[in-house]
């Protein structure tokens, strides 16, 4: 079997510094193994081999210059295929664009251009970021690399799964309920939402302005503080964004790997567990906090009672900036356009127009949430809803708010459950709703967080994930009892992973 190398971004960034590689063997080998397995996986929408491989001869000449534009030059990464590519197709994982190909790049991309980085290519998704399992995309899901029949998380399954089953060993996400560290704890990889307005949202294309923030996925919490100084910091393009500097994580990280936590306090959030949580899962996280303690760490148990409202609060707010977001496709600017033909005497008028177009390009979930948020800023019913939603997102702040003056951080389960089934919960949104459980306040309120791998749940031996949430701006924290904590726990995932590689061996076709 040929496969590509396994190591960690920031080790292969060190052996492209000493010279024991190339960049472009590196990102050949990756090209490789999605050639190989992604038949199975489908995590990728569109592979840019030609562009991946000319950026990482690129990147070797400059190594070679001795120029090279950043620690992680000649380190390929895949992208979400809802951030902005210049000259690659970006669909959201939706029909309504399909082929869409933008002229610039977001932000984010830009960076990622700029300090050297091949891509490989777009990574799949819920359609316009609506899910938590990739089942909703509109060219079919994708597969967790752990057991092909189960979810690899959502809205960024793509990027996870890319991640998790060594297709690429860096990509970009997006977290606006969850997206990024939901997937992150079923695939068994590191997934961090910075806080809001940390990374740029300019050129994501978006879903819920107040909620949606890009971030890293990887295999390691260095690797993710690598790339989060990369795509973080201010920028003038983005009104959201925030004038300071991103910090040092990577100074974080290392810090954190010696697995030393005293004078760390450690916040067990009461109404993130018990009840709906799986077992295994509570088991993992409970291994994990003992862990913290015995490194040191003051473990408290803290109280945010208005998290129990977050959810339904949430599903208010992202819908109503939804339905106004995607107004935007309206099939006269871009994308698809749907001339109804039923009546060949009748000249169809533009909203005739807009209708078919958006009937055939919107799957169900999307017209779900565009119908609800509609219906959530409709006259009479804006107070009640929408307004009211906003009042008790205000309440969850100040829930972080008096957590956060009792402890450090706060820690949970990342999500309730290992990967379900394909399947076994499309049909029920709600029941899909409930895997963001424990991710959805932070988006609420802004604040940063970081999924680590906690090891195997004892009920079906997958992933399950601890999440680790900081106070707004203090991004180095999550960095730093996220490395720890990976380091006292000593997983040994790569092995583990290996087990199952055969199975999607020669499963391209």
Request: net charge negative.
């Amino acid at each position: 079997m040929n496969t590509p190398d396994r190591r960690t971004a920031s080790a292969i960034a060190e052996a492209l510094a000493a010279g024991e590689t190339t960049s472009v063997a590196v990102t050949q080998a990756h090209l490789d193994r999605i050639a190989e397995v992604d038949g199975a996986v489908r995590a990728f929408l569109h592979v840019d081999a030609e562009g991946a491989l000319r950026d990482a001869t690129a990147s070797d000449e400059r190594r070679a210059a001795g120029h090279p534009w950043s620690p992680l030059d000649g380190v390929p990464i895949a992208i979400k295929d809802v951030l902005a590519t210049r000259g690659l197709p970006t669909t959201c994982g939706s029909r309504i664009l399909e082929g869409w190909v933008p002229p610039y790049d977001a932000t984010v991309v830009a960076r990622l251009r700029g300090a050297g980085l091949p891509i490989l290519g777009k990574t799949n998704m819920d359609e316009f970021a609506m899910g938590s399992s990739t089942e909703h995309s509109a060219y079919g899901p994708t597969h967790n690399p752990w057991d092909l029949d189960r979810i690899p998380g959502g809205s960024g399954g793509g990027s996870a799964a890319a991640v998790s089953a060594y297709e690429a060993p860096l990509a970009l996400g997006t977290d606006t309920g969850g997206s990024i560290r939901q997937p992150g704890a079923v695939t068994g990889t590191v997934g961090v939402k910075p806080t809001y307005g940390g990374v740029s949202r300019y050129g994501l294309v978006s879903l819920a302005n107040s909620l949606d923030q890009a971030g890293p996925v990887t295999r390691t919490v260095l690797d993710a503080a690598l790339l989060h100084e990369l795509i973080g910091g201010h920028d003038p393009l983005d009104s959201t964004s925030i004038d300071a500097p991103v910090g040092d994580l990577v100074a974080a990280a290392r810090r954190g790997a010696d697995g030393d936590l005293r004078g760390v306090r450690i916040g067990v959030v009461r109404e993130l567990g018990g009840e709906g949580y799986q077992a295994g899962v509570l088991a993992r996280f409970e291994e994990s906090v003992e862990l913290m303690t015995k490194a040191g760490a003051e473990a408290v148990e803290v109280s945010c009672p208005h998290f129990v409202h977050a959810l339904a609060t949430y599903y208010l707010i992202l819908p109503a900036e939804a339905s106004s977001n995607l107004a935007r496709f309206d099939a006269m600017r871009y994308g698809l356009r749907v001339t109804p033909d039923d009546d060949p005497d009748h000249r169809p008028s533009a909203e005739d127009v807009m209708r078919a177009t958006r009937e055939a390009g919107f799957g169900d979930e999307v017209k779900r949430r565009i119908i609800l948020g509609t219906y959530a800023l409709s006259s009479g019913y804006y107070d009640a809803y929408y307004g009211t939603a906003q009042k008790v997102r205000t309440l969850v702040t100040r829930d972080f708010e008096a957590a956060f003056e009792h402890a450090d951080v706060l820690v949970s389960p990342t999500a309730p459950t290992t990967a379900f089934r394909l399947g076994e919960k499309v049909d029920d949104p709600l029941a899909m709703y409930l895997n963001d459980l424990a991710t959805i306040p932070a988006n609420l309120s802004g604040v940063p967080g970081i999924s680590v791998p906690s090891g195997l749940a004892d009920e079906d031996g997958l992933p399950a994930g601890v999440q680790i949430l900081a106070p707004a701006m203090a991004d180095d924290r999550v960095y730093r009892v996220g490395a720890a904590l990976e380091s006292l726990l000593a997983r040994g995932w790569g092995g583990a992973l290996l087990d199952r590689a055969p199975e999607l061996t020669g499963a391209s076709s």
